[in-house]
């Protein structure tokens, strides 16, 4: 019943937001503070109505799905999601360029693959799965182990292909680099944390439970200040 409840909730606000960009595009914004900051953004940088539709849309998409199929369902829900926050950013930032919209794409998937590793342990506490089926299927793991917390070889090798196709993503965003704007690399900072995550994992042996995975990053301010005055990402 509480699943229920928040499930039609979430429909609620889905369908406020979906209104909301409505009216913010008809020039008829609601009087809330951040609809009204939304719309000063749309006013000021002429931001893409698709960009947040998708969004929306997929977040509405996701209440009906207990599990993705596949590590490709993962990946285009990022995009709708992750990398369409990243492109609103670029838009923000007056930059429109193709290459920066290519290197937004796959930093998005990264982002929101890594995400969801992150999420698995919080997750199971509440007795949900949502890594991809196939994979799971495919190494022989249950979604009632990963319910108990239960890491294992098996387990490990599921984790190891999801956070390698993150790592593909990152490096092929890192590959478009030289004709990437030098403006837009404050904008793709969020590789920062995503870097980060997927070396933690690799060194706990892409155990998903292990303690390492769950401490603050700390240093991460300083990480993130050095990675800007490298202007690299």
């Known amino acids: 019943m509480e699943t229920v ?8 606000r889905m369908q406020f937001w979906k209104e909301a960009i409505d009216d913010i595009y008809d020039k008829s914004p609601r009087e809330s503070p951040i609809i009204v900051e939304l719309y ?21 998409t996701s209440l009906n ?3 993705y199929r596949s590590l490709s369902d993962v990946e285009e829900y990022t995009e709708n999601t992750s990398s369409s926050l990243l492109y609103l950013t670029l838009e923000s930032m007056g930059i429109r360029n193709v290459h920066a919209d290519h290197a937004a ?36 793991v249950s979604e009632e182990q990963i319910i108990r917390g239960k890491s294992d070889k098996k387990l490990s090798d599921v984790i190891f292909e999801i956070a390698s196709q993150a790592h593909m993503q990152l490096e092929m965003a890192r590959n478009l680099k030289k004709e990437v704007p030098r403006e837009a690399l404050s904008a793709f900072l969020v590789t920062v944390p995503v870097a980060n ?10 155990n998903i439970f292990h303690p390492s995975l769950q401490q603050r990053n700390t240093m991460l301010p300083f990480s993130l200040w050095m990675q800007s005055m490298k202007k690299a990402y």
Do not use: C
């Open 40 to 60: 000063r953004a749309f006013v000021t940088h002429n931001l893409t109505k698709r960009w947040f539709k998708r969004v929306i849309d997929a977040r509405e």
């Open 5 to 12: 409840t928040e499930k039609m909730i979430a429909r609620m």
């Open 65 to 67: 799905n207990n599990s």
């Open 105 to 140: 794409s796959h930093i998005g998937k990264a982002q929101g693959i890594v995400t969801l590793l992150r999420a698995t342990p919080y997750h199971a506490s509440k007795r949900r799965v949502y890594l991809p089926m196939e994979i799971l299927i495919k190494h022989g």
């Open 197 to 206: 995550y997927l070396k933690k994992i690799q060194k706990a042996d892409f």
